[in-house]
């Protein structure tokens, strides 16, 4: 949505009179009328995309207008009817019970429901999208939807794909799109001291930086047995540019991250959260590794999953800083320096712990210095503020496609077996062709193509 496409809609708006008023809000506030309100559209209905779609019904100044997924109605990872339901059947029973009032009063127009997401990114009526689908179908869902105009909350890992990556934030910034990649520990105060006490010095000269990550699947984590694909679903859709394997639950909702058509397991995953502190602690969001190798991985027998279990990339960034990032690492993002060390982390279970050297430094009180880094304390809210008033997010994409660049990097030395010297001005691996070509490598599954 860019500044014209806002200030016509408002013109139209305030010339129609259009009220909008929801009454008998619980917190009894007016929503915005409907010039001021940011119309959206989510791409991908399942455990995230749910979650999603809530987040942004909390919002007074956005209005959901469409949703779009290839499923109509599953129960994710769970028996038929067991637990939450997911899907656009109950997408759409969430969003009318949120504009139950609206909809009686008239200025709830109705949302529309997609199975194809390109319908969704072509209506004109949409500002921003989000896209929550799995990994291997963020880069052309948000390509589709730059292209048309709309401004974008992808979630990690912003891209399944190096390449991907690369033309995703070169196209946000020549459209100048609002763009938000769904590392939501930016937004959260304690990462965010963290970073302040790194930024103002406290740890002296930096000398090594270990992200851990989680371990991978060491077996199938649901029912690995090769069935036809359940009714509700257009399965040939869902797997589309990757590769239509044979159907099996264990590849399907949930656990689709442990093959590598449709994830990057355990390492991708999580890397776009905890190496994206680290990036964002050092001021190297445009920036990158120098030196990158794959140490030590092991992968799951079979041929249900192809994504390691445990794992090391071993980095070196500008300046000689030792990284590691690592299954074996204690889950999160510890910096050392020569003056001291600070540990932030998010569990799986999405407690949150801060410590360091020094006690003081981790209490709220604590003013780590001057140097103060951006601050959002809603990563959705951030969003949609950013949508209005044009101003950049916390975490844009190519931050996004940076912090998750030694994920990719190490996929690829793995495969050679040898280490990589990377150029992270240029993005190129250096004096090592066969790596690079590795790299840029984009294999869709024909009919779906590939237009940078």
């Known amino acids: 949505m860019g500044t014209n496409k806002l200030t016509r809609r408002r013109f139209l708006g305030a010339a129609a009179g259009l009220p909008f008023i929801l009454p008998a809000r619980a917190w009894g506030q007016t929503v915005p009328p409907p010039s001021e309100r940011i119309h959206v559209g989510l791409i991908g209905i399942g455990g995230r995309g749910l979650g999603n779609l809530d987040r942004f019904l909390r919002q007074d100044d956005v209005q959901v207008v469409a949703i779009a997924d290839v499923d109509r109605l599953h129960y994710r990872d769970r028996p038929w009817e067991q637990g939450t339901r997911y899907g656009r059947e109950a997408a759409k029973e969430a969003v009318e019970r949120r504009y139950s009032e609206a909809m009686a009063s008239g200025t709830y127009k109705g949302l529309k429901v997609h199975s194809d997401y390109r319908e969704a990114c072509a209506d004109p009526e949409i500002d921003a999208v989000v896209i929550s689908t799995p990994d291997h179908w963020h880069a052309l869902c948000t390509l589709e939807a730059l292209r048309h105009g709309k401004d974008v909350f992808c979630e990690k ?6 390449a991907e990556g690369q033309a995703i934030y070169r196209e946000a910034a020549r459209r100048g799109a609002i763009f938000q990649v769904g590392s939501q520990q930016r937004s959260d105060k304690r990462f965010r001291h963290a970073a302040n ?15 851990g990550l989680p371990a991978g699947f060491p077996a199938a984590q649901g029912d690995s047995t090769i069935t036809e694909p359940p009714e509700h679903v257009d399965y040939d859709f869902w797997c589309g540019p990757g590769e239509k394997l044979p159907f099996m639950a264990a590849r399907f909702h ?56 445990d794992y090391e ?17 204690p889950l999160g993002t510890k910096i050392i320096g020569e003056d001291g060390w600070v540990y932030v982390s998010r569990s799986l279970t ?12 981790v209490d709220e009180s604590f003013d780590p210095g001057p140097v103060k880094v951006y601050v959002s304390n809603d990563h959705t809210r951030n969003f949609i503020d950013g949508c209005k008033t044009r101003t950049a997010c916390i975490c844009p994409a190519e931050t996004g496609h940076r912090s998750i660049t030694p994920g990719h990097l190490g ?13 992270p001005s240029a993005e190129t691996v250096t004096g090592d062709a066969e790596a690079q070509s590795l790299l840029m490598l984009v294999d869709y599954r024909a009919p779906w193509g590939w237009s940078p």
């Open 197 to 211: 006490i790194v930024r103002n010095g406290l740890l002296g000269k930096i000398m090594r930086v270990e992200v």
């Open 157 to 162: 890992p912003v891209t399944h794909l190096f």
């Open 254 to 309: 949930r656990w689709w991250r442990g093959h590598r058509a449709y994830g990057g397991g355990n390492i991708m995953d999580w890397i776009g959260h905890h190496n994206d502190i680290a990036h964002w602690a050092l001021d190297l969001d445009r920036s990158g590794p120098t030196r990158v190798e794959a140490k030590g991985w092991t992968f799951p027998e079979g041929a249900v999953y192809n994504t390691p279990i």
């Open 350 to 361: 999405d407690s949150i712990e801060l410590e360091a050297s020094d006690p003081r430094w």
């Open 411 to 423: 996929f690829v030395s793995q495969a050679l077996g040898r280490p990589l010297r990377w150029d």
């Open 313 to 329: 990339i071993l980095c070196e960034y500008p300046g000689g800083l030792s990284w590691s990032l690592s299954s074996k690492n």
